[in-house]
T-cell receptor, first 114, second 113 residues
Framework: NAGVTQTPKFQVLKTGQSMTLQCAQD?????MYWYRQDPGMGLRLIYY???????DKGEVPNGYNVSRLNKREFSLRLESAAPSQTSVYFC?????????????FGPGTRLLVL | SQKIEQNSEALNIQEGKTATLTCNYT??????LQWYRQDPGRGPVFLLL?????KEKRKERLKVTFDTTLKQSLFHITASQPADSATYLC????????????FGAGTRLAVHP
């Protein structure tokens, strides 16, 4: 089992460019999450998907959109990148989405917006 | 609103000693709390979950306590090793819903030989 995989590992964008971060899990989990991690601020939830076909905003959703393509895949899109979106992005999954469950994280995507 | 505080300064200890990390929270009374480990350039990995009625939980060299009166959790690593060097994050459920977590910023632990 690969667990949670993310692509790309690293990306440099210019302000205003768009891109999609891909995430896939092979654990048959129902719930998936996108976080960003900035120095000194911890992980902040951007969007989550409690189950296939549903998505909800997290703590910092502005400037992002998500798609739950199927049970395995959950993508994060930046339509018009801004320097404030420079961060490390983590995708995670959990079995049914209850907050006492373990969340399994991917290796992260490091994004630099110039 | 909910707030989680972890010591932002790195904790430096000698190999073999016990490391103690602190997680304080405010404006909330969670029923449980999780601890994760994060190595540089990698995603967090789950370590332990403790419930409010457990007070203390152990897993090998790890021990977690949960004091709901002080609104604090302590994370201990006994007989620490250089391989324990990492950042440790605590996480609590969002007060507004049961299906989201809020994470602390983490404390970096460095164990020196």
């Amino acid at each position: 089992n690969a667990g949670v995989t993310q692509t790309p590992k690293f990306q440099v964008l210019k302000t205003g460019q768009s891109m999609t971060l891909q995430c896939a899990q092979d654990m048959n989990h129902n719930s998936m999450y996108w976080y960003r991690q900035d120095p000194g601020m911890g992980l902040r939830l951007i969007y989550y998907s409690a189950s296939e076909g549903t998505t909800d905003k997290g703590e910092v959703p502005n400037g992002y959109n998500v798609s739950r393509l199927n049970k395995r895949e959950f993508s994060l899109r930046l339509e018009s990148a801004a320097p404030s979106q420079t961060s490390v992005y983590f995708c995670a999954s959990s079995e049914t989405g209850r907050s006492w469950e373990t969340q399994y994280f991917g290796p992260g995507t490091r994004l630099l917006v110039l | 609103s909910q707030k989680i505080e972890q010591n932002s300064e790195a904790l430096n200890i000698q190999e073999g000693k016990t490391a103690t990390l602190t997680c304080n929270y405010t404006n909330y009374s969670p029923a449980y709390l999780q601890w994760y480990r994060q190595d540089p350039g990698r995603g967090p990995v789950f370590l332990l979950l403790i419930r409010e009625n457990e007070k203390e939980k152990r897993k090998e060299r790890l021990k977690v306590t949960f004091d709901t009166t002080l609104k604090q959790s302590l994370f201990h690593i006994t007989a620490s090793q250089p391989a324990d060097s990492a950042t440790y994050l605590c996480a609590l459920p969002f007060s507004g819903g049961y299906n989201k977590l809020i994470f602390g910023a983490g404390t970096r632990l460095a164990v020196h030989p």
